[in-house]
């Protein structure tokens, strides 16, 4: 079974661009959820996704968004890009239900110059 | 609210030493904690999970926890580490949120294993 599939694994921005980050889960997997790295605040929880509604929100400013196709394939966007969004952006795919473990990627890393 | 707390930013062991990781977690209820493991330039990868049907929970690679409530601990263990344990360790927990379960991670234990 192909695991969880992130592109692109980096890019480079410049401030105030918009990007969008891809994620295909694992087959099977209706819910998707990203997360922000970064080494000083560490792993922090943006969104989830399931079933092509989010389900879940962190405390992230409104310019971090996302979505959710029929496929349950799911995109990330961060539109007016500051450098403090420098980080490497995972998503995860589990089945959604109750507890179930996330399935990691292996993350896109966006760097905002 | 639950979360985790992993003491140690890095540890460092020799190569077939006891590895011990610690992770201590605040709850009001029955928690479900995870250990997920990250190499260089990699996501994470889940390692076990206590979900309150064992307390001595075994893993992948030879890692083991054991969940103590009297000490609101996860601690992670493997008798003898090797060089390709070297990695960032992470705890977790399940939190509620809206109703639904989401996970919290501890700030990461960076592991060093020397020859």
């Known amino acids: 079974k192909a695991g969880v599939t992130q592109t692109p694994r980096y890019l480079i921005k410049t401030r105030g661009q918009q990007v969008t980050l891809s994620c295909s889960p694992i087959?099977?997997?209706?819910?998707v959820s990203w997360y922000q790295q970064t080494p000083g605040q560490g792993l922090q929880f943006l969104f989830e996704?399931?079933?092509?509604?989010?389900?879940n929100k962190g405390n992230f400013p409104g310019r971090f968004s996302g979505r959710q196709f029929s496929n349950s394939r799911s995109e990330m966007n961060v539109s007016t890009l500051e450098l403090g969004d420098s980080a490497l952006y995972l998503c995860?795919?589990?089945?959604?239900?109750?507890?179930?473990?996330?399935?990691f990627g292996n993350g896109t890393r966006l760097t905002v110059t | 609210a639950q979360s985790v707390t992993q003491l140690g930013s890095h540890v460092s062991v020799s190569e077939g030493a006891l590895v011990l990781l610690r992770c201590n977690y605040s709850s009001s209820v029955p928690p479900y904690l995870f250990w997920y493991v990250q190499y260089p330039n990699q996501g994470l990868q889940l390692l076990l999970k206590y979900t309150s049907a064992a307390t001595l929970v075994k893993g992948i690679n030879g890692f083991e926890a054991e969940f103590k409530k009297s000490e609101t601990s996860f601690h992670l263990t493997k008798p003898s580490a090797h060089m390709s344990d070297a990695a960032e360790y992470f705890c977790?927990?399940?939190?509620?949120?809206?109703?639904?379960?989401?996970?919290?991670f501890g700030k990461g234990t960076m592991l060093l294993v020397s020859p």
């Open positions: 977790a927990v399940s939190v509620m949120n809206s109703g639904y379960s989401t996970l919290t």
């Open positions: 087959s099977g997997h209706r819910s």
């Open positions: 996704y399931f079933s092509e509604t989010q389900r």
């Open positions: 995860a795919s589990s089945l959604g239900e109750f507890n179930s473990p996330l399935h």
